[in-house]
Nanobody, 127 residues
Framework: QVQLVESGGGLVQAGGSLRLSCAAS????????VGWFRQAPGKEREFAAA????????SYADPVKGRFTISRDNAKNTAYLEMRSLKPEDTAVYYC????????????????????WGQGTQVTVSS
């Protein structure tokens, strides 16, 4: 069973950048697809980006496409979300999640396919 810990959130001005990290422990990281989701105040959790176990397949939600980049380093048991050109509407708690490859065929946009979740990291973008 994998445990996930996010870091790298903070306060940034609009147009700025942040890099979130998702450190995994307790499991073989390469046996999991990874997704990043976010939840803004008063809104439901939504998909942001996902990456397959080996990094060969990535998927992005339309609002972040072209601005966010998801990546992973299986040797370091860590996934990343590089966020550029941040907007106030990107303000949210960002969660990373892991889906076992024997249960989910590839990187998924469906939060229900992810069995393991981190506690989240706050990202606040000021205008």
């Amino acid at each position: 069973q994998v445990q996930l810990v996010e870091s790298g959130g903070g306060l940034v001005q609009a147009g700025g950048s942040l890099r979130l990290s998702c450190a995994a422990s307790g499991g073989i990281f390469s046996r999991y697809h990874v997704g990043w989701f976010r939840q803004a105040p008063g809104k439901e959790r939504e998909f942001a980006a996902a990456i397959s176990w080996g990094g060969g397949i990535t998927s992005y939600a339309d609002p972040v496409k072209g601005r966010f980049t998801i990546s992973r380093d299986n040797a370091k048991n860590t996934a990343y979300l590089e966020m550029r050109s941040l907007k106030p509407e990107d303000t949210a708690v960002y969660y990373c999640a892991a889906a076992p490859i024997h249960q989910v065929p590839s990187a998924s946009r469906d939060a229900g396919r992810y069995a393991y979740w981190g506690q989240g990291t706050q990202v606040t973008v000021s205008s």
